[in-house]
C-alpha cells in the first residue's frame, strides 16, 4: 500500500512539474463557475421537513397532518397588559393589520364569530346551571308580575325595605326566601360602593381559542352573557391579561427565504401599533418565527466566523513562515476548494441547511492543515539544498502519502455521517467530506503547481536562501525541555487519563431546543414568557380523529392523562344530554313568555331618594343587629339575623361614604351607569333567555368559520390539539407527554412529537457516526503503515485525547445538545490526523526527531489554524454553534496534545530502548563506543540513527546521520552556513 501511494505521489509529482499552468488554469475556471453557481442557486434552509426523511413512520404522519389540514406553524403576537378591555382593542387592531399585511398570510384568527351560536348558547351549560336558572328565573319572574316592581335602582332598594320590616322577618319561613335575597343584595351593593368610588370592576374572561366559550357560563348565571361572548371571541388567558393573536403563514414559506420576509414585515407591523399603544406589550413568537431568527443568527455567525478564521490564518502563516508570498498561495489555493465545495453543495443538493452551513468555516481551518504541510515539507527540502523537481518529489512522495491518509480520515470521519435515516446530518457529511476532498486535492496538485510556476527558472541559491529563512524547527534546548523526563510524562498522563475518565461518566446532553438559540432573541424569550404563564406554550401535539365521534372519545380518553393540560377540538361545541338540556330549555322560554321585559333602563336616577333608602336599610340593619344580638344565646333566629347584618353592614357604610364625597352631578352620572351596566344586563339577559331555539341540535354550520378551517379538513377529518402540562421543551417531561399520548393514538404527531423523535434521530445518528468513523479511521491507519507497532502509536494519541476532551467537559459541565454532538465524530477524523504525521515522520527517520523537521511545526501549525477555524465559532450569538466551537476546541486541543507531547514522550522511550539494545556491555573508549553503534539496525521498528531524545553515556561520541545545514538535532555542535554550496547527496529514507 505504501508502495502505491507512493506510485501515486510520483504521477502526481510528473503531472505538476509536466502541466503547472494547465492546472493552475483550470483550476481557476472550475473555481469561478462554482462560486456563480452557488450565488445564484444556492440557499439555506431551516425546515425541520428537509431533514428527516420523508418515508420515516413518524415524520409520515407529521407531513400527512400538514398536507391534511394545509397547517403551518403560526406567528404568535402576544399582547399582554394588565388593562384586558385595552388588550382586546389591540388585539382587534393587530388582527385588522394583519388581514391587510403584503405579503399576505393565508390565515389570521384573532376573534371568533359567535353570532350563529348565540341563540344556542344555553345546550353548552350543564343540566344543573339550567335547572338553577330555572330555580332563579322564579324568583325574577314573581317579582316582575309585581305592578311596582322593576328592574332598576329604585325599585332593589325599595324591595330592600319591604323585606326589612319587623313583620316580615319574624316570620321562620320568610327567612328561606330572605337570605338568598340579602347575599344577591350584598354583591349588588358592593359593586354599587365600587361604581360610586370611581373603580373598575375586572370581569373574569374565558381562555383557549378552541375550547367552548360558553362553557364557563353557568359560573355566572344570568349575568350579563353578551359581554362574556364579546370577552370570549378572542383567545385570552389570565384573566384576559394576554391575548394572543394566530397568523398562518403562506403554503411552503417556512421553508423558503420568504418566511424571513414576512417576520421582518410582521415586526414592522407590530412596532408601528406598538408605538401607539406604549402601555401594551406587544411580542412576536411561534415556530416559524423561530426558525426565522435561528437561521438568521447563524448565517450571520457563520459568515462572521469565516471572516475570522480567514484573517487569523492568513496573519499565523505570515508571522509564522516570515513572508507573504507562499502564505498567500496556500489561502487562493483554499478559497479555490471552498469555491468548489460550495459549487459541488449547489449541484448535489441544492440547498445548505442550519447543520451543513457551519462547515465553511471548519473546513477553513481544517482544509489549510494540508497547505501548511505541503509548504513546510517543500521549503525543508529547497533549505537542504535539494533541487526543485527533488523538492517536488520529496515533498510529495513523503508527507504527500501521509496529508492523503490524514485527509482520507478526515473526510471518512464526514462522509460517515450520510449512513443514517438523518437527511440534515447526511447533507452536512457529503458537503463537508467533499469540502475535505477538493481541499486535499487543491493542496497535492494545484498549490505545487503554483509553487513551481513561481520557482521555477529561479536560482538554486536564491531559492534555498528564501527557504531557509521561512523554514525554522526547535532547537536542542527544545527537546531537553519536552523530553527529558519521558517517564514522568507518561505517569502523569495516565492519572489525567484516569481523572479525565471520571469525569467523562459525568457529561449529561441537553435536549433543549430553546438553549440552542441566542435567548436575547425577542422570540425566545416570548416563548419563554408564555412558558411561565397560564398560556404556557404555543406548541402542541395533535391526533386526527376520522369523525366527530371518534375525536369525541379521544378527547374522553385525552383528559384523563396526568401530562395533558387543554384539548382544543370542535368536539367542544356539541354538547352531549341534548334531549335532556332542550326539554329544560323550552320550560324556561315557556315562563319567560308573557314576562314584563324592559328594554330601556337609562332612566334619571333620583340621587337624593337612593341616599335616603340606604341610610333607612343602614339604620335598620344596625337596629337589627342590636337587637338579634340581645337573643342569640336563646334562637337560631336571632344568630342567623347577626350573621346577615354583620355582612350587610360595611357595603352599606362604604356607599354612603363615598356619596358624601362625591359632588351631585358625578354621582347621578355614576348611578345611572350602575343601573345601566347592572340592570340593563339583567333586562338583556332575560331577553336573551327568551330568544334561546331548541328545535335543532347544534351543526357544523353553527361554528364559527375560523374554527372549522383550523379544526376540519376538506376529507372532514377532525383536528384535536393537545397542550402538555409540563414545558415542551424539556426532554423528560416530553418523554412522558409523548409516551402518554401513544397510548391513546400511536399517530398521534404535532412538533412536541416531532422534536422528541428528531433529537433521539440525531443522537443516534452522531453516535452511530461516530462509531463508523472509528472503525474507517481505524482501517485507514492499518492501510496505510501495515504494521501493529505503528497502528498502535498512531491510534493511542487518538484515544487518549479524546479521553481528555471527554473528562474536560464532563469537569466544566458542558453538556452535550443536538449541535455539538456532531464534534465527536469530527474529533476522531480530524484528531488522528496528527498522530498519522508524526508517526509517519518517525517511520521516514527512524528516529524521533520530530520538532527538528518541518513536521512537528507544521503539525502545531496545522492544529492551531483547526483551532482557529472552529474557535472562531465562539463569536456566535447561536449557543448552538458556539457550544460546537468550544467542544471542539477542547478535542482538537486534547489531541494535538497527546500527539505532540505524550507520543513524542513513547517515541524517545522506543530510541532508547532499541539503543541500549545494541550497546556492548562496555565501553572501552570512543572509537569503541562509535564502532559498537551501526547506522542503522534493523528491528520491529525503523532504527535510531542519533535520536536527539537519546542520552549519550559519558564520554560516548554522538554519530551524525544525514543533519543536512538546517539539521538542529542533539547530536550537533554546529551547524553549517545554509547559503554555503553542498555536497550532492542521497536523500533516501531507510526503508520502511
Same mark, same amino acid.
Given at each position: 500500500?505504501?508502495?502505491?501511494?507512493?506510485?501515486?505521489?510520483?504521477?502526481?509529482?510528473?503531472?505538476?512539474?509536466?502541466?503547472?499552468?494547465?492546472?493552475?488554469?483550470?483550476?481557476?475556471?472550475?473555481?469561478?463557475?462554482?462560486?456563480?453557481?452557488?450565488?445564484?442557486?444556492?440557499?439555506?434552509?431551516?425546515?425541520?421537513?428537509?431533514?428527516?426523511?420523508?418515508?420515516?413512520?413518524?415524520?409520515?404522519?407529521?407531513?400527512?397532518?400538514?398536507?391534511?389540514?394545509?397547517?403551518?406553524?403560526?406567528?404568535?403576537?402576544?399582547?399582554?397588559?394588565?388593562?384586558?378591555?385595552?388588550?382586546?382593542?389591540?388585539?382587534?387592531?393587530?388582527g385588522e393589520a394583519l388581514k391587510q399585511m403584503s405579503p399576505p398570510l393565508r390565515r389570521v384568527l384573532y376573534r371568533l364569530d359567535f353570532s350563529r351560536l348565540e341563540d344556542r348558547f344555553l345546550l353548552f351549560l350543564d343540566t344543573d346551571d339550567l335547572r338553577q336558572i330555572e330555580k332563579d328565573l322564579q324568583g325574577y319572574l314573581k317579582a316582575l308580575r309585581q305592578p311596582k316592581v322593576r328592574l332598576n335602582v329604585h325599585s332593589m332598594l325599595d324591595q330592600a325595605n319591604a323585606r326589612f320590616s319587623e313583620a316580615y322577618l319574624r316570620k321562620a319561613e320568610n327567612w328561606k326566601e330572605f337570605k338568598p335575597f340579602i347575599d344577591q343584595f350584598i354583591a349588588m351593593l358592593n359593586r354599587l360602593a365600587d361604581t360610586v368610588e370611581g373603580r373598575v370592576t375586572v370581569r373574569t374572561?374565558?381562555?383557549?381559542?378552541?375550547?367552548?366559550?360558553?362553557?364557563?357560563?353557568?359560573?355566572?348565571?344570568?349575568?350579563? !352573557?353578551?359581554?362574556?361572548?364579546?370577552?370570549?371571541?378572542?383567545?385570552?388567558?389570565?384573566?384576559?391579561?394576554?391575548?394572543?393573536?394566530?397568523?398562518?403563514? @403562506?403554503?411552503?414559506?417556512?421553508?423558503?427565504?420568504?418566511?424571513?420576509?414576512?417576520?421582518?414585515?410582521?415586526?414592522?407591523?407590530?412596532?408601528?401599533?406598538?408605538?401607539?399603544?406604549?402601555?401594551?406589550?406587544?411580542?412576536?413568537?411561534?415556530?416559524?418565527?423561530?426558525? #426565522?431568527?435561528?437561521?438568521?443568527?447563524?448565517?450571520?455567525?457563520?459568515?462572521?466566523?469565516?471572516?475570522?478564521?480567514?484573517?487569523?490564518?492568513?496573519?499565523?502563516?505570515?508571522?509564522?513562515?516570515?513572508?507573504?508570498?507562499?502564505?498567500?498561495?496556500?489561502?487562493?489555493?483554499?478559497?479555490?476548494?471552498?469555491?468548489?465545495?460550495?459549487?459541488?453543495?449547489?449541484?448535489?443538493?441544492?440547498?445548505?441547511?442550519?447543520?451543513?452551513?457551519?462547515?465553511?468555516?471548519?473546513?477553513?481551518?481544517?482544509?489549510?492543515?494540508?497547505?501548511?504541510?505541503?509548504?513546510?515539507?517543500?521549503?525543508?527540502?529547497?533549505?537542504?539544498? &535539494?533541487?526543485?523537481?527533488?523538492?517536488?518529489?520529496?515533498?510529495?512522495?513523503?508527507?504527500?502519502?501521509? %496529508?492523503?491518509?490524514?485527509? =482520507?480520515?478526515?473526510?471518512?470521519? !464526514?462522509?460517515?455521517?450520510? !449512513?443514517?435515516?438523518?437527511?440534515?446530518?447526511?447533507?452536512?457529511?457529503?458537503?463537508?467530506?467533499?469540502?475535505?476532498?477538493?481541499?486535499?486535492?487543491?493542496?497535492?496538485?494545484?498549490?505545487?503547481?503554483?509553487?513551481?510556476l513561481r520557482d521555477r527558472g529561479r536560482e538554486p541559491h536564491k531559492l534555498q536562501t528564501e527557504a531557509s529563512r521561512s523554514h525554522w524547527a526547535a532547537g536542542p534546548f527544545v527537546h531537553r525541555i519536552l523530553f527529558s523526563f519521558p517517564w514522568g510524562v507518561l505517569a502523569a498522563a495516565a492519572v489525567a487519563s484516569w481523572l479525565a475518565w471520571q469525569y467523562a461518566q459525568k457529561v449529561t446532553f441537553d435536549y433543549n431546543l430553546l438553549h440552542l438559540q441566542n435567548p436575547k432573541l425577542e422570540s425566545v424569550q416570548e416563548e419563554l414568557s408564555l412558558l411561565q404563564s397560564p398560556a404556557n406554550s404555543v406548541v402542541v401535539a395533535v391526533s386526527v380523529a376520522n369523525d366527530l365521534e371518534e375525536a369525541k372519545k379521544r378527547v374522553e380518553q385525552f383528559k384523563k392523562l396526568p401530562?395533558?393540560?387543554?384539548?382544543?377540538?370542535?368536539?367542544?361545541?356539541?354538547?352531549?344530554? %341534548?334531549?335532556?338540556?332542550?326539554?329544560?330549555?323550552?320550560?324556561?322560554?315557556? &315562563?319567560?313568555?308573557?314576562?314584563?321585559?324592559?328594554?330601556?333602563?337609562?332612566?334619571?336616577?333620583?340621587?337624593?331618594?337612593?341616599?335616603?333608602?340606604?341610610?333607612?336599610?343602614?339604620?335598620?340593619?344596625?337596629?337589627?343587629?342590636?337587637?338579634?344580638?340581645?337573643?342569640?344565646?336563646?334562637?337560631?333566629?336571632?344568630?342567623? =339575623?347577626?350573621?346577615?347584618?354583620?355582612?350587610?353592614?360595611?357595603?352599606?357604610?362604604?356607599?354612603?361614604?363615598?356619596?358624601?364625597?362625591?359632588?351631585?352631578?358625578?354621582?347621578?352620572?355614576?348611578?345611572?351607569?350602575?343601573?345601566?351596566?347592572?340592570?340593563?344586563?339583567?333586562?338583556?339577559?332575560?331577553?336573551?333567555?327568551?330568544?334561546?331555539?331548541?328545535?335543532?341540535?347544534?351543526?357544523?354550520?353553527?361554528?364559527?368559520?375560523?374554527?372549522?378551517?383550523?379544526?376540519?379538513?376538506?376529507?372532514? &377529518?377532525?383536528?384535536?390539539?393537545?397542550?402538555?402540562?409540563?414545558?415542551?421543551?424539556?426532554?423528560?417531561?416530553?418523554?412522558?407527554?409523548?409516551?402518554?399520548? &401513544?397510548? %391513546?393514538?400511536?399517530?398521534?404527531?404535532?412538533?412536541?412529537?416531532?422534536?422528541?423523535?428528531?433529537?433521539?434521530?440525531?443522537?443516534?445518528?452522531?453516535?452511530?457516526?461516530?462509531?463508523?468513523?472509528?472503525?474507517?479511521?481505524?482501517?485507514?491507519?492499518?492501510?496505510?503503515?501495515?504494521? @501493529?507497532?505503528?497502528?498502535?502509536?498512531?491510534?493511542?494519541?487518538?484515544?487518549?485525547?479524546?479521553?481528555?476532551?471527554?473528562?474536560?467537559?464532563?469537569?466544566?459541565?458542558?453538556?452535550?445538545?443536538?449541535?455539538?454532538?456532531?464534534?465527536? @465524530?469530527?474529533?476522531?477524523?480530524?484528531?488522528? #490526523?496528527?498522530?498519522?504525521?508524526?508517526?509517519?515522520?518517525?517511520?521516514?527517520?527512524?528516529?524521533?526527531?520530530?520538532?527538528?523537521?518541518?513536521?512537528?511545526?507544521?503539525?502545531?501549525?496545522?492544529?492551531?489554524?483547526?483551532?482557529?477555524?472552529?474557535?472562531?465559532?465562539?463569536?456566535?450569538?447561536?449557543?448552538?454553534?458556539?457550544?460546537?466551537?468550544?467542544?471542539?476546541?477542547?478535542?482538537?486541543?486534547?489531541?494535538?496534545?497527546?500527539?505532540?507531547?505524550?507520543?513524542?514522550? %513513547?517515541?524517545?522511550?522506543?530510541?532508547?530502548?532499541?539503543?541500549?539494545?545494541?550497546?556492548?556491555?562496555?565501553?572501552?573508549?570512543?572509537?569503541?563506543?562509535?564502532?559498537?553503534?551501526?547506522?542503522?539496525?534493523?528491528?520491529?521498528?525503523?532504527?535510531?540513527?542519533?535520536?536527539?531524545?537519546?542520552?549519550?553515556?559519558?564520554?560516548?561520541?554522538?554519530?551524525?546521520?544525514?543533519?543536512?545545514?538546517?539539521?538542529?538535532?542533539?547530536?550537533?555542535?554546529?551547524?553549517?552556513?545554509?547559503? #554555503?554550496?553542498?555536497?550532492?547527496?542521497?536523500?533516501?529514507?531507510? =526503508?520502511?
Open positions: 500500500m505504501r508502495r502505491t501511494l507512493e506510485f501515486l505521489a510520483r504521477g502526481i509529482s510528473s503531472l505538476v512539474w509536466t502541466l503547472p499552468v494547465p492546472i493552475v488554469l483550470c483550476s481557476i475556471v472550475v473555481a469561478g463557475a462554482s462560486a456563480w453557481l452557488a450565488a445564484t442557486r444556492l440557499r439555506v434552509i431551516n425546515d425541520t421537513d428537509a431533514i428527516i426523511r420523508p418515508d420515516s413512520p413518524i415524520h409520515r404522519n407529521y407531513l400527512q397532518y400538514k398536507n391534511e389540514f394545509q397547517a403551518e406553524g403560526d406567528y404568535v403576537v402576544v399582547v399582554r397588559s394588565n388593562d384586558p378591555e385595552k388588550n382586546r382593542e389591540v388585539a382587534q387592531k393587530i374572561p374565558v381562555a383557549s381559542p378552541a375550547e367552548s366559550k360558553a362553557s364557563k357560563v353557568a359560573q355566572a348565571k344570568l349575568e350579563d !352573557f353578551q359581554r362574556l361572548k364579546t370577552e370570549n371571541e378572542f383567545i385570552s388567558f389570565d384573566q384576559g391579561r394576554i391575548i394572543l393573536v394566530l397568523a398562518s403563514p @403562506p403554503i411552503g414559506a417556512q421553508a423558503t427565504d420568504e418566511n424571513q420576509r414576512i417576520v421582518h414585515r410582521l415586526r414592522q407591523v407590530l412596532a408601528t401599533i406598538q408605538t401607539q399603544n406604549p402601555q401594551v406589550h406587544i411580542g412576536l413568537t411561534g415556530e416559524p418565527v423561530l426558525a #426565522a431568527d435561528e437561521l438568521e443568527t447563524s448565517s450571520q455567525d457563520t459568515i462572521r466566523a469565516t471572516g475570522i478564521a480567514f484573517a487569523l490564518v492568513a496573519l499565523l502563516y505570515v508571522v509564522a513562515y516570515g513572508e507573504l508570498w507562499r502564505p498567500l498561495v496556500a489561502i487562493v489555493v483554499l478559497v479555490l476548494a471552498l469555491c468548489g465545495s460550495l459549487g459541488f453543495a449547489t449541484l448535489a443538493i441544492g440547498h445548505l441547511n442550519l447543520i451543513s452551513e457551519a462547515f465553511v468555516a471548519m473546513v477553513v481551518g481544517l482544509g489549510i492543515d494540508f497547505g501548511i504541510q505541503i509548504m513546510s515539507r517543500y521549503e525543508e527540502e529547497l533549505a537542504l539544498g &535539494r533541487s526543485l523537481r527533488d523538492a517536488l518529489d520529496n515533498t510529495l512522495r513523503h508527507t504527500g502519502v501521509a %496529508i492523503l491518509t490524514g485527509g =482520507a480520515t478526515t473526510a471518512v470521519a !464526514f462522509f460517515s455521517m450520510c !449512513f443514517n435515516d438523518f437527511i440534515g446530518l447526511a447533507e452536512f457529511g457529503a458537503v463537508a467530506g467533499a469540502g475535505v476532498l477538493f481541499c486535499l486535492v487543491g493542496n497535492l496538485i494545484v498549490l505545487p503547481a503554483a509553487y513551481i401530562t395533558v393540560r387543554d384539548l382544543h377540538s370542535l368536539t367542544e361545541f356539541f354538547p352531549e344530554k %341534548i334531549s335532556e338540556k332542550q326539554a329544560l330549555i323550552r320550560r324556561i322560554v315557556q &315562563r319567560l313568555k308573557g314576562a314584563r321585559i324592559q328594554t330601556d333602563v337609562r332612566s334619571q336616577i333620583n340621587v337624593a331618594r337612593v341616599r335616603r333608602d340606604l341610610a333607612s336599610l343602614l339604620e335598620k340593619s344596625r337596629e337589627g343587629y342590636r337587637e338579634a344580638k340581645k337573643y342569640t344565646a336563646f334562637a337560631q333566629q336571632a344568630r342567623d =339575623a347577626v350573621e346577615v347584618f354583620s355582612k350587610l353592614i360595611p357595603p352599606l357604610e362604604r356607599a354612603l361614604a363615598a356619596m358624601e364625597q362625591t359632588s351631585q352631578e358625578e354621582l347621578g352620572r355614576r348611578l345611572n351607569r350602575y343601573q345601566i351596566e347592572v340592570f340593563g344586563a339583567m333586562q338583556r339577559n332575560l331577553a336573551w333567555l327568551a330568544s334561546q331555539k331548541v328545535d335543532r341540535p347544534i351543526g357544523l354550520e353553527d361554528l364559527p368559520v375560523e374554527l372549522l378551517e383550523r379544526y376540519r379538513s376538506p376529507s372532514g &377529518r377532525i383536528l384535536i390539539e393537545i397542550s402538555p402540562k409540563e414545558s415542551p421543551w424539556d426532554h423528560q417531561s416530553l418523554a412522558r407527554f409523548v409516551k402518554d399520548l &401513544r397510548t %391513546i393514538d400511536p399517530n398521534v404527531t404535532g412538533t412536541p412529537v416531532e422534536n422528541y423523535e428528531y433529537i433521539e434521530l440525531l443522537r443516534k445518528a452522531y453516535l452511530d457516526a461516530a462509531r463508523w468513523a472509528l472503525i474507517v479511521v481505524a482501517i485507514l491507519v492499518a492501510i496505510h503503515f501495515l504494521h @501493529p507497532g505503528y497502528i498502535l502509536l498512531t491510534l493511542l494519541p487518538l484515544g487518549l485525547g479524546s479521553l481528555w476532551a471527554l473528562g474536560i467537559v464532563g469537569l466544566a459541565q458542558i453538556p452535550f445538545n443536538p449541535a455539538n454532538i456532531i464534534t465527536l @465524530p469530527l474529533v476522531l477524523g480530524i484528531g488522528v #490526523a496528527y498522530g498519522i504525521y508524526a508517526v509517519d515522520r518517525y517511520q521516514e527517520e527512524g528516529r524521533m526527531n520530530l520538532f527538528s523537521t518541518s513536521t512537528g511545526k507544521a503539525i502545531l501549525l496545522s492544529a492551531v489554524t483547526a483551532l482557529i477555524g472552529f474557535g472562531s465559532l465562539l463569536v456566535s450569538t447561536h449557543r448552538g454553534l458556539y457550544s460546537i466551537g468550544l467542544l471542539m476546541l477542547v478535542g482538537i486541543g486534547s489531541c494535538l496534545v497527546t500527539s505532540l507531547w505524550v507520543l513524542p514522550q %513513547i517515541l524517545c522511550l522506543l530510541d532508547r530502548w532499541r539503543l541500549l539494545r545494541k550497546q556492548p556491555t562496555s565501553l572501552a573508549s570512543d572509537a569503541d563506543a562509535n564502532q559498537a553503534r551501526p547506522a542503522a539496525v534493523e528491528s520491529t521498528l525503523d532504527s535510531p540513527r542519533g535520536s536527539p531524545c537519546t542520552p549519550l553515556e559519558t564520554g560516548q561520541a554522538a554519530v551524525p546521520s544525514d543533519p543536512g545545514p538546517n539539521h538542529l538535532g542533539g547530536y550537533r555542535e554546529t551547524q553549517k552556513d545554509p547559503a #554555503a554550496p553542498q555536497e550532492k547527496k542521497t536523500s533516501e529514507p531507510p =526503508a520502511s
